[in-house]
C-alpha cells in the first residue's frame, strides 16, 4: 500500500483510539496515557509529555511523561505561566517547533537540559475556547516534523484538553454532590428524593432506618415498590399525585407508637421560556414527632382537667345570667346589652369547653356509632348547614361527586363535625367572591374526601403545625373567630375512623384538605361490627 495512505490511516486510527478513550472513560489519567501513546505511534520521536496549566498556582504542570530520560513526574515538573520555552507558545497559542535545546536562555527548568532533546513541539492544548495544557512531543535526534504530523498533534492535543475539561467537571460535580451529601447526611430527619415519576434516587443515613434494607439498595426503586412502611406508603402514593405546585403535610403514626410527620415537596423548576413550572421531582422529609406528641399529651391531659372543672361553675354563672335577663324586669337598655355581653362570653366560652370535652371524647372512641353511611348524603348535609355562612360572604360552592361511591363505615354525627369544620375554615379563611369545592372520590384503596378553596394559603412551616390543638395560624387575625380546635377535632375524627388528614397548600394560591380512609380497614371493620356494607 502506498505509504502515504498508510500514514494517514495511521493518523487517523490514532485520533480514533484517543478520541474513544476520551469518550469512554471520566479518568483523566487513562486519557493521558492513551494520548501519549497514540502520540509516539504517529510521529517517530521518543519522547512525550503532558502538562497542565494550574490556574490557581499560575504554573504549568507536568502530569504524564512517556520515553523521557529523566523523572520529571515524581516531583513534577512546574514552570510560572508565561516563562520558559513553553511560556512562548502558551502565550501565543501557537505550536512551538525548535531544535536542540540544551543552551536555549529561555529554558526554565535547567535540569531539562540534561535530557539533550535535539528537536521538540509545543502544541497547545484546548478546552471551551481556552488554552488548558501543552503537548510536548521531542526527539533524542535531529528531527524535522512535518506539517500533516502537528495537525495530528493538535487534534489529539484538543482531544486530551476536552477530556480534561470533562474530568474537571465531573470531579465538581462528584464534590458537590459529597458536599450535598454529607449535608443531607447531617440531618437529624429522613430525606428521601425522587424524580418526577417518583423513583427513589437519594436517601440520606437518617432514613435507612424507616426501609427494610434487607432487600438492599432502594436507590432506583419506585416508591410504590420500595420496602417502605405501608402507612408510609399509602401517603407518599396520594401526595405524589397531587398538586404539583403545593407541599403536601401528613402524620403517621407505627405500631410501635413512634409519630412521624411527613412533608412531601415538589422540586418546582423555573423554566426560562415559560411560566409554568416544570416538576423535577420530590423530597419528602420525615421527622420523628414523638416527642412533640409526648408534650402535647400533657398540655392535653392538663386542659382536659381545667375543662372539666371548668364546666359545672360555667353552666351555673350561665343559668344565673338568664336568670338575671329573664327576671329583672324593669331595666335600661345599657344594663340589659351588658348582661347580653356576658352570655355571650360564657356562651363562647361553653363551646370552647365543649370543643375540648369533644376531642376527649372521640379520642376514647366511647360511645361512636359505626353504620354504613352514603357519602353523597353526608356531603349533602355539609352542603345545606354551609350554604348560608357561604352566601353572606358571596363564595361559590363547587361540588363534584361521583354517582356511584362506596359507603363509609363511621359515625355520622362526627364525620359530619369533621366535614363542617372543614367547610367552614374554608368559608373563614377564604375572602369574599371566593370559591371552595368540595369533592369525594376513590383513590386506588382510599375513599378520600376533600374541601378545596382559593384562600390565603398556609406557609409551609405552620402547614405542619396546625392540626395541633389550640394552634391558630398566622392567617388567622383578629377578625376571623376561632379556637384553634377545629382541624384537632378533624384529625381526632378521621383517625378514630383508621383513616388519614393532609393538607396541600401554596401561599397565596389557597389550601386543599382531605381526609382519606382506607376501604379495606373499612371492609374490615364492618365485618368485626358485623354490619352489612356493601364493598365491592
Ligand atoms: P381555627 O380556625 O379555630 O383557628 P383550626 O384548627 O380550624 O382553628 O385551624 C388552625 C389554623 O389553620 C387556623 O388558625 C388557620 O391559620 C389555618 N387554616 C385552617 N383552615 C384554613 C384554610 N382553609 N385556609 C387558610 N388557613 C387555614
Redesign the pocket.
Known amino acids: 500500500m502506498n505509504t502515504e495512505i498508510q500514514r494517514r490511516i495511521d493518523h487517523l486510527a490514532a485520533i480514533n483510539r484517543v478520541a474513544s478513550a476520551v469518550g469512554q472513560s471520566l479518568d483523566l489519567e487513562t486519557t493521558l496515557q492513551t494520548a501519549l501513546d497514540a502520540v509516539l505511534e504517529v510521529t517517530p520521536v521518543e519522547a512525550a509529555g503532558i502538562s497542565l496549566v494550574d490556574e490557581d498556582a499560575g504554573e504549568l504542570v507536568l502530569r504524564a511523561q512517556r520515553g523521557w530520560k529523566g523523572d520529571f513526574i515524581s516531583e513534577p515538573m512546574r514552570v510560572p505561566l508565561g516563562t520558559g520555552i513553553s511560556g512562548q507558545a502558551l502565550i501565543h497559542d501557537r505550536v512551538l517547533i525548535t531544535g536542540d535545546v540544551s543552551d536555549d536562555p529561555r529554558l526554565a527548568v535547567p535540569e531539562f537540559a540534561d535530557e539533550g532533546v535535539q528537536a521538540m513541539a509545543l502544541v497547545p492544548m484546548h478546552a471551551r475556547g481556552r488554552v488548558v495544557g501543552l503537548l510536548s512531543v521531542m526527539s533524542y535526534r535531529p528531527y524535522e516534523f512535518g506539517e500533516d504530523e502537528i495537525g495530528v498533534l493538535g487534534n489529539i492535543a484538543d482531544q486530551v484538553g476536552v477530556a480534561l475539561d470533562n474530568a474537571r467537571l465531573y470531579e465538581d460535580a462528584k464534590e458537590q454532590s459529597s458536599r450535598l451529601r454529607a449535608v443531607l447526611d447531617s440531618s437529624g430527619d429522613a430525606i428521601i428524593a425522587t424524580d418526577c415519576r417518583g423513583t427513589i434516587n437519594l436517601v440520606n443515613t437518617a432514613a435507612e432506618p424507616l426501609f427494610d434494607l434487607q432487600n438492599g439498595e432502594i436507590v432506583g426503586m419506585s416508591l410504590h415498590h420500595a420496602p417502605l412502611h405501608p402507612r408510609l406508603r399509602e401517603g407518599l402514593q396520594s401526595a405524589l399525585v397531587g398538586d404539583r405546585d403545593s407541599n403536601t403535610v401528613y402524620e403517621v403514626t407505627l405500631e410501635d407508637g413512634r409519630f412521624l410527620s411527613v412533608i412531601v415537596s415538589p422540586v418546582l423548576l423555573q423554566s426560562p421560556s415559560a411560566t409554568a413550572h416544570d416538576c423535577k421531582g420530590w423530597v419528602i422529609v420525615i421527622r420523628d414527632v414523638t416527642h412533640l406528641h409526648e408534650a402535647e399529651q400533657t398540655r392535653i391531659d392538663f386542659i382536659h382537667a381545667a375543662a372539666h372543672d371548668l364546666r359545672n361553675p360555667l353552666g351555673v354563672t350561665l343559668g344565673a345570667l338568664a336568670m338575671l335577663q329573664r327576671d329583672l324586669g324593669d331595666i335600661t337598655d345599657l344594663q340589659r346589652e351588658v348582661i347580653e355581653i356576658g352570655i355571650q362570653g360564657a356562651n363562647r366560652m361553653q363551646e370552647l369547653i365543649d370543643n375540648v370535652l369533644n376531642l376527649e371524647h372521640i379520642e376514647s372512641g366511647v360511645g361512636l356509632r359505626y353504620k354504613p353511611i352514603d357519602v353523597r348524603e353526608l356531603l349533602e348535609r355539609g352542603i345545606v348547614d354551609i350554604q348560608p355562612a357561604l352566601q353572606q360572604r358571596d363564595q361559590t360552592l363547587v361540588v363534584a361527586v361521583p354517582d356511584e361511591l362506596p359507603p363509609l363505615v363511621g359515625d355520622m354525627h362526627w364525620l359530619y363535625r369533621a366535614l363542617l ?1 372543614l367547610l367552614t ?2 368559608n ?3 375572602p369574599a367572591g371566593g370559591e371552595i369545592s368540595l369533592g369525594a372520590y376513590v383513590q386506588e384503596d382510599d375513599l378520600v374526601i376533600e374541601v378545596k ?1 382559593n ?4 406557609p409551609p412551616d ?1 402547614q405542619t403545625r ?1 392540626f395541633e390543638r389550640f ?6 387575625d383578629q377578625r376571623v373567630r ?7 377535632i378533624v384529625k381526632s375524627v378521621v383517625e378514630q375512623h383508621g383513616g388519614r388528614v393532609f393538607v396541600q397548600s401554596q401561599e397565596n394560591a389557597g ?1 386543599t ?1 382531605g381526609m382519606v380512609f382506607s376501604l379495606p380497614d373499612m371492609a374490615r371493620r364492618a365485618a368485626d361490627a358485623g354490619l352489612d356494607a356493601d364493598f365491592d
Open positions: 369544620n375554615n374554608a373563614k379563611y377564604t378553596d384562600g390565603p394559603g398556609i405552620v396546625i394552634y391558630r395560624g398566622p392567617s388567622s376561632g379556637s384553634g380546635l377545629g382541624l384537632a389550601s384538605f
